[in-house]
């Protein structure tokens, strides 16, 4: 008995108890929304904000934020996706990927550890520069991954869930492991959010999410 409260004493075991509960009653709402393929469709359209939120975990744990996480991530995309464009190879493409977003955030460290400057400010002008470069490199036009990276989308374990799901979920276990928890309770804030948010966004057929179009999909996240 006292065993059985000290499992609902830990708050991540509340987490997922309060994400299926909403789930639940989402799912009474609209019948749809516990349907198989549309779980997956919500985990593989959250996936990218999943990873990113493993890195955003590590710099909450130390005391400190990034502001800067999302417009990286974008300028990122846009080097790898004009490089591909221009018909260089994936693993450069994803290499000069890598590169900006540590140089990026390298500036950041250096003009935070140099200027003493609260993280708060100096990645919120940061964002808006990376933002400005990736408008400034895009120059307006729609950039494509020329359907090199669709392999995370359609390489699927057990013929239903997506590799790019199954790499947020390795992440997220891998930080488990390391005695992270904040990682968990970010990830679930991300997943319950996706509940709350499925009853104001079930009633249009077609719904177009950055996380698709980085692979190149518009998802309709109803059927």
Same mark, same amino acid.
């Given at each position: 008995?006292?065993?059985?409260?000290?499992?609902?004493?830990? %708050?991540?075991?509340?987490?997922?108890?309060?994400?299926?509960? !909403?789930?639940?009653?989402?799912?009474?709402?609209?019948?749809?929304?516990?349907?198989?393929?549309?779980?997956?469709?919500?985990?593989? %359209?959250?996936?990218? !904000?999943?990873?990113?939120?493993?890195?955003?975990?590590?710099?909450?744990?130390?005391?400190?934020?990034?502001?800067?996480?999302?417009?990286?991530?974008?300028?990122?995309?846009?080097?790898?996706?004009?490089?591909?464009?221009?018909?260089?190879?994936?693993?450069?493409?994803? !290499?000069?990927?890598?590169?900006?977003?540590?140089?990026?955030?390298?500036?950041?460290?250096?003009?935070?550890?140099?200027?003493?400057?609260?993280?708060?400010?100096?990645?919120?002008?940061?964002?808006?520069?990376?933002?400005?470069?990736?408008?400034?490199?895009?120059?307006?036009?729609?950039?494509?991954? %020329?359907?090199?990276?669709?392999?995370?989308?359609?390489?699927?374990?057990?013929?239903? !869930?997506?590799?790019?799901?199954?790499?947020?979920?390795?992440?997220?276990?891998?930080?488990? %492991?390391?005695?992270?928890?904040?990682?968990?309770?970010?990830?679930?804030?991300?997943?319950?959010?996706?509940?709350?948010?499925?009853?104001?966004?079930?009633?249009?057929?077609?719904?177009?999410?950055?996380?698709?179009?980085?692979?190149?999909?518009?998802?309709?996240?109803?059927?």
């Amino acid at each position: 008995m006292n065993k059985g409260r000290g499992i609902f004493r830990d %708050q991540r075991v509340l987490l997922c108890v309060v994400i299926v509960i !909403l789930a639940v009653a989402v799912g009474i709402i609209n019948p749809r929304f516990v349907r198989l393929n549309n779980i997956v469709a919500i985990l593989q %359209q959250i996936s990218v !904000l999943g990873v990113l939120t493993m890195a955003m975990s590590m710099l909450l744990i130390s005391g400190g934020i990034d502001l800067s996480i999302g417009n990286m991530m974008t300028l990122s995309s846009v080097v790898v996706a004009t490089l591909l464009m221009r018909g260089a190879n994936l693993f450069v493409a994803v !290499l000069a990927g890598f590169g900006v977003a540590i140089l990026g955030g390298l500036l950041n460290g250096f003009i935070i550890a140099k200027s003493r400057t609260m993280p708060l400010i100096i990645t919120l002008g940061t964002g808006q520069m990376f933002n400005g470069i990736s408008l400034l490199i895009a120059g307006g036009s729609f950039l494509q991954f %020329q359907n090199k990276l669709d392999f995370l989308r359609t390489i699927k374990l057990f013929d239903f !869930l997506p590799l790019m799901v199954i790499f947020m979920l390795a992440i997220v276990l891998l930080s488990e %492991q390391h005695e992270l928890s904040l990682p968990f309770y970010l990830g679930g804030a991300i997943i319950l959010g996706a509940v709350l948010a499925y009853p104001l966004v079930a009633r249009p057929r077609h719904i177009t999410h950055p996380e698709a179009l980085a692979v190149g999909e518009a998802r309709d996240v109803t059927d």
